[in-house]
Structures are given as C-alpha cells and as structure tokens.
C-alpha cells in the first residue's frame, strides 16, 4: 500500500451545527507571509484524496507552510442529516471554516471539479479572502433554461422519493481491496497502492464488516435549481485573485456532456475573469490529482510563488 510523505493531522471544526472534518498538514514554524493553501474536493471525494499531489510538492515550498483539506458536508467524515444537498451550502461552509482556521487572512485555494466550481464562486463573491487560485477541471455546467424548471422539481420531488424507500443506496463493498478496484475501475490510471491507501479514506467498514463508502446517497438527487450562468457570469467578474486554470488531457468534459456543453464554451467562460491563465497536463484524466501528482504540484508551486 501507499506510504504517505508527509502525514496529515485529522481534527473536527464546529461550523453551523456540523463537527466538519479536517486534514492539515503543517511544515515547522509557520511563516506568516504565506497564505495557508485550503484544498477543495469534487463530488464523492474526500480531502484525503490530495495526498499524492502533497507529497510531490517540493520541501522549500512547504517549508513554514500550512495545507487545509476539509471533507465536505455528507462526504468524508463530515456527517449531516439531510436529504438533499445545496450549492450554496457549500460557500458558507467554506466561509466559516476560513473564520475559524485562517481569520483576517487572503488564502490560496485550490478546488477540484466541483470543488472547482464552488472555489471559482467563492474568489467572485468573497474576493478579499482569496490570494491566488487553481481550478482543477471545475468547468461549471451547462446552462439551464427557465422552460426546464417544471421537469426539474418533479424530478427532484421523484428522486427523493427513491432516496427514502432505498432505491438510491450506495452499494457495500466486501473489503478494502473491492473499494481499490471500484476506485481503478473508474480511473484505469489508479495505481493500485494508491488506490488501496484512497480506499480506507473514502470508505469505512460497517459493524457487519462491509465496507460502506462515506458519501451520502442524498447527493446522487438531482437538484431542483437549474444552473444559470448569466448569473454565474456576474460572479466571476467580480473575481479579482490571479486564476490559474488546469485541465487534463483526458478531456472528461466530452463523456460527461455530449455536446451539450464543449471544452470551447468554457473556454469563452474564462474570458470573463480578469487575470487567468490555462494550463494543460497530459496523460491525465479527471483526477488530475491522482494521475500526475507530480506535474500538477510543479505547476502550482510556479504558480503560487
């Protein structure tokens, strides 16, 4: 199995009712010119999954430096009783766990696909606490329009339903060696002792020994609010921290839409930032994280020094 570099400490934050959970890695005696660099997951992730690209940041970057990766609400360790899950949620949580573990002080942030999203919200709306940026393949959505808001409640109201009669559980898994394999089924570049180390942070087992993955099934529903980007686009002006944008050269975007939202349209959504730079890593995929530790972590240092 994966052996860590750099061990992370793993403490509980009290914010708005939640015991939110949190990785910090810290590197001898804080220096307090630099920005404590917060690491955002994606969707069925936790904050754990940044270890690999933590461990190939060089020693004279992390040196006097602090790294937060919380897990967000219904993932991880951070537990919620809820049946559906808000985007906006996701700005207060991450505004409170900076009052409580960064107060009075610009961050770097670092968000993945969407944790991406919700990083590039946050640099827009809260524009004095972000120093510097990098999105990693958080691309947004395709834009919604107002005729689609009927089906998209019934659909919700639909989905709910199944959530509670247990149509929408989350499949166990035998033991940690079948959450690996799930987790190298969804991405073939996986290593395997990278994917045994991911698989005891991303799932648990249960008191009958399954293991149960430590995501909440309430975030497969479909949200009942359609994305509209002519209001996203407003947000993003107002986004005045340096943008570096990283996408892989799996181009995950042209499974996920099928043309109805392109890597292009994207693009032209970044013109809409006032200071970004794009960058591209090949032989990745969507865990750009995962696949090239190495290559993102050189990109980042540059770009965060």
Same mark, same amino acid.
């Given at each position: ?100 573990? @960064? &107060? ?6 670092? =968000?993945? !696909? #969407?944790? $991406?999203?919700?990083?590039?919200? *946050? ?117 005045? @921290? &340096? ?6 050269? =799996?181009? !995950? #975007?042209? $499974?996920?839409?099928?043309?109805? *939202? ?44």
């Amino acid at each position: 199995m994966y052996k860590e570099k750099h061990a992370a400490s793993s403490t509980f934050v009290p914010i708005r009712g939640l015991q939110y959970h949190v990785l910090q890695w810290t590197f001898g005696p804080l220096q307090p010119e630099l920005a404590p660099l917060v690491m955002v997951h994606g969707w069925m992730d936790v904050g754990a999954s940044y270890q690999f690209m933590v461990d190939a940041l060089s020693e004279d970057f992390l040196r006097g430096r602090r790294l937060i990766a919380p897990d967000w609400r219904g993932f991880g360790l951070t537990e919620v009783q809820t049946d559906s899950f808000w985007f906006p949620d996701y700005l207060g949580d991450l505004d409170f766990l900076l009052d409580a573990l @960064a &107060p009075g002080q610009a961050i770097d942030l670092v =968000g993945h !696909s #969407m944790g $991406g999203n919700v990083s590039m919200c *946050y640099a827009g709306v809260r524009p004095e606490r972000i120093r510097k940026l990098v999105n990693l393949e958080g691309f947004g959505l395709a834009n919604g329009h107002p005729a689609q808001a009927p089906g998209r409640y019934a659909q919700w109201m639909d989905e709910l339903k199944a959530l509670h009669s247990g149509q929408m559980a989350l499949r166990p898994y035998a033991d940690a060696q079948a959450v690996a394999r799930r987790l190298m089924k969804t991405n073939p570049r996986l290593p395997a002792d990278k994917a045994l180390w991911l698989a005891q942070h991303w799932a648990k087992p249960d008191a009958q020994g399954q293991w149960q993955i430590l995501g909440q099934a309430a975030h497969k529903l479909k949200n009942a609010y359609i994305y509209r980007w002519e209001e996203m686009q407003h947000i993003w002006q107002r986004i005045s @921290a &340096p943008v570096l944008s990283v996408e892989a050269g =799996g181009k !995950s #975007m042209t $499974g996920w839409w099928k043309g109805a *939202y392109t890597l292009e349209e994207y693009h032209q959504r970044l013109k809409n930032v006032a200071q970004v730079r794009q960058a591209h890593i090949a032989d990745a995929g969507h865990m750009v994280h995962h696949d090239q530790p190495q290559a993102l972590a050189a990109l980042i240092e540059e770009f965060l020094a």
